[in-house]
């Protein structure tokens, strides 16, 4: 395979960083949109999500590239999936207090954020690199998809770049609710809109298809059947967890009462290590959402160190 740019700056980085042959460097960046190993999971509500994990190689560039060009950009503090100091949580509590509710759902949000759009932004960005360099980089973050190239679940990349991309969109959405006492939030392809007044349910779709149809540049669209629009008379769950008409966040009593029952069986009969395992991390993280959970599970049952309370 011959290089055609072995020169290009990233290409130069990439050889010292990881101690590469030019050659290497250019059959890494060639093969990567393709090496990717796919495979399904279930999702909670039926179906399967497909994700797809880049070759070891390119993973690491892709984490490299994490650190060394995306991290100097900006995410917008209402996109709360992917970063430090923010989770579920973090995202559900924000709507805790207001009464109307509208989740929305963007369809195929990985596969529709493509390398054109990536390079486009760096290049507005006004990033120092060349254009062949920013052909390259989009290579190593970006899969082969049915249109070209795209961002996909699994890569490590793809969340960072997904936050980045959106940040005008998110600033735009979030300065229009703020002037309309509406609280806004986006994990990842879910959006959640919320206010104590009432109609404005319809008021703020408009607004956000309003805002979508004169996006440049990722071309997104929302998923008609996950729309969900909301009352506290109703169960309210965001980002899985759920909101009670006292505006606390509950992880909901069928967990609660599974742990609860997996406990006593640990105390009875003993539970397998890998049982174990995952029962500590169901304790863990309802108590991460309720906090004062593990409190009552000791004194009802006693302290366990093996789960952890």
Known sequence: MRDTHPDSK???LLKSQFALSDLQIA???AR???AYKSY???KKNGGHRRISQPARET???QYWLIEKVFSHFEEHPCATAYKHHSSIKTNAIAHSKSSYFLK???EDFFPSITSTDIVRFLSESKIKLGSDDLKDLARLVCIKGKNGLNLSIGAPSSPKISNILLYNFDSTIHEWC???DVTYTRYADDITFSSSTVGMTPIIEEKLLEVLNDLEYPKLKLNPKKRHSLSKKDRVTITGINITSENNLSTGRERKRHIRSKVYQ???KGLKESEKLKLRGLISFVEFIEPGFKLKLRKKYGSNSDLGI
């Open 10 to 12: 990233l290409r130069r």
């Open 27 to 29: 059959r890494i960046i």
């Open 32 to 34: 990567a949109p393709s």
């Open 40 to 42: 399904n999971i279930k």
């Open 59 to 61: 993973k690491a560039i």
């Open 104 to 106: 929305l759902d963007f």
């Open 178 to 180: 703020t002037s309309n």
């Open 266 to 268: 640990h105390l009875e």
